[in-house]
């Protein structure tokens, strides 16, 4: 590569960083004035012009919630702001989805999601659910705070292939390995990936995911 391509890439690039900040911060002054079309054009506009779906959901979305977040935490909004836009967002990721086709068979086998105990936050793993069906897999999405009995009891009835778990609160990092380090015991052969702020860089009987971009590459090859 010439110092002049070099340097050309890496101006594309920064554009393209820019625009998706852009992006981010009209998509939370929607959120914020609690305008779902708005937030829904930014979206779809941000898809029509070239984006995937993981890079509207890591680039667009989750840094939005990750600044409602940041409010909430100063006081700057009130509980019932931030559940707004949770609820917002959810239903423009409803309205972002094909619709079924009852014809579909998953290439990939079943996928199960939760939120460990406790965890009340549950978004990042409701954009997981949405790609890891795009990857192919049949995907349950159990929601946020799921005990860990009723957890484990999804999992031996429904026989998952794959099992997400996520946390966000640095007091559930344990639970969150205990929970994996269950699951590979009970079911060795059983693939288990993490996420969440409060995952741990190593957990010892799951893969980590921090960057929905890269979910599709930490999922086990198609089944042949």
């Given at each position: 590569?010439?110092?002049?391509s070099?340097?050309?890439?890496?101006s594309?690039?920064g554009?393209r960083?820019?625009?998706d900040?852009?992006?981010?911060?009209l998509y939370l002054?929607?959120?914020?004035?609690?305008?779902?079309?708005?937030?829904?054009r930014?979206a779809?506009e941000?898809?029509?012009?070239?984006m995937t779906?993981?890079?509207l959901?890591?680039?667009?979305?989750?840094p939005a919630?990750?600044?409602i977040?940041?409010?909430?935490?100063?006081?700057a909004i009130?509980?019932?702001?931030e559940?707004?836009?949770?609820a917002?967002t959810n239903r423009?990721?409803?309205?972002l989805?094909p619709?079924p086709?009852?014809?579909?068979?998953?290439?990939r086998?079943r996928?199960l999601?939760a939120?460990?105990?406790g965890?009340?936050?549950?978004?990042?793993?409701r954009?997981?659910?949405?790609l890891?069906?795009?990857?192919?897999y049949?995907a349950?999405y159990?929601?946020?705070d799921?005990?860990?009995?009723a957890?484990?009891?999804?999992?031996?009835?429904?026989?998952?292939d794959?099992?997400?778990m996520t946390?966000?609160m640095?007091?559930?990092?344990p639970r969150?390995e205990?929970?994996?380090?269950e699951?590979r015991r009970a079911?060795?052969d059983?693939?288990?990936l993490?996420?969440?702020?409060?995952a741990p860089p190593?957990i010892d009987?799951?893969?980590?995911?921090?960057?929905?971009?890269l979910?599709?590459?930490r999922?086990?090859s198609?089944?042949?």
């Amino acid at each position: 590569m010439t110092e002049k391509s070099a340097g050309a890439d890496k101006s594309a690039k920064g554009g393209r960083y820019r625009g998706d900040a852009r992006l981010a911060r009209l998509y939370l002054e929607a959120l914020r004035a609690a305008d779902a079309s708005g937030a829904y054009r930014i979206a779809t506009e941000a898809l029509g012009q070239g984006m995937t779906t993981p890079e509207l959901y890591q680039r667009v979305i989750a840094p939005a919630m990750h600044r409602i977040g940041e409010l909430w935490e100063r006081g700057a909004i009130t509980v019932a702001d931030e559940h707004m836009a949770t609820a917002l967002t959810n239903r423009i990721l409803a309205a972002l989805r094909p619709p079924p086709d009852p014809a579909a068979v998953p290439r990939r086998g079943r996928a199960l999601l939760a939120a460990v105990e406790g965890e009340k936050h549950a978004l990042g793993l409701r954009m997981a659910a949405d790609l890891l069906e795009d990857a192919g897999y049949d995907a349950i999405y159990l929601g946020a705070d799921v005990p860990t009995g009723a957890l484990l009891q999804a999992v031996e009835s429904l026989s998952p292939d794959l099992v997400a778990m996520t946390a966000t609160m640095e007091t559930l990092a344990p639970r969150l390995e205990a929970v994996a380090a269950e699951l590979r015991r009970a079911h060795p052969d059983l693939d288990v990936l993490v996420g969440g702020q409060a995952a741990p860089p190593r957990i010892d009987g799951g893969t980590l995911v921090r960057d929905l971009e890269l979910l599709s590459e930490r999922v086990p090859s198609p089944q042949v």
